[in-house]
């Protein structure tokens, strides 16, 4: 299996929720690399997707609330 972001040139239909995906939106492509005719398309934040396939808009870098300056004692 491999997977690819591309732009859908034409309507699709997500193969997880059975929705449209509209052209010109971004969509997976999933391609079966020993059946090459097969292929399969989803929506990046599908609805009906697992959490964990789902490509959120989280921070890559973890946000640090104790970044306070040291208090000085003396
Ligand atoms: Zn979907």
Same mark, same amino acid.
């Given at each position: 299996?491999?997977?690819?972001?591309?732009?859908? =040139?034409?309507?699709?239909?997500?193969?997880?929720?059975?929705?449209?995906?509209?052209?010109?939106?971004?969509?997976?492509?999933? =391609?079966?690399?020993?059946?090459?005719?097969?292929?399969?398309?989803?929506?990046?934040?599908? $609805?009906?997707?697992?959490?964990?396939?789902?490509?959120?808009?989280?921070?890559?870098? $973890?946000?640090?609330?104790?970044?306070?300056?040291?208090?000085?004692?003396?």
């Amino acid at each position: 299996m491999s997977e690819k972001i591309i732009v859908a =040139r034409r309507d699709l239909i997500c193969d997880l929720c059975g929705r449209r995906i509209l052209k010109g939106s971004k969509c997976r492509m999933i =391609r079966d690399d020993f059946m090459p005719g097969l292929v399969y398309f989803e929506h990046l934040n599908c $609805p009906s997707a697992p959490a964990v396939t789902v490509e959120t808009n989280c921070p890559k870098n $973890p946000v640090i609330h104790n970044n306070k300056p040291a208090m000085a004692l003396a």
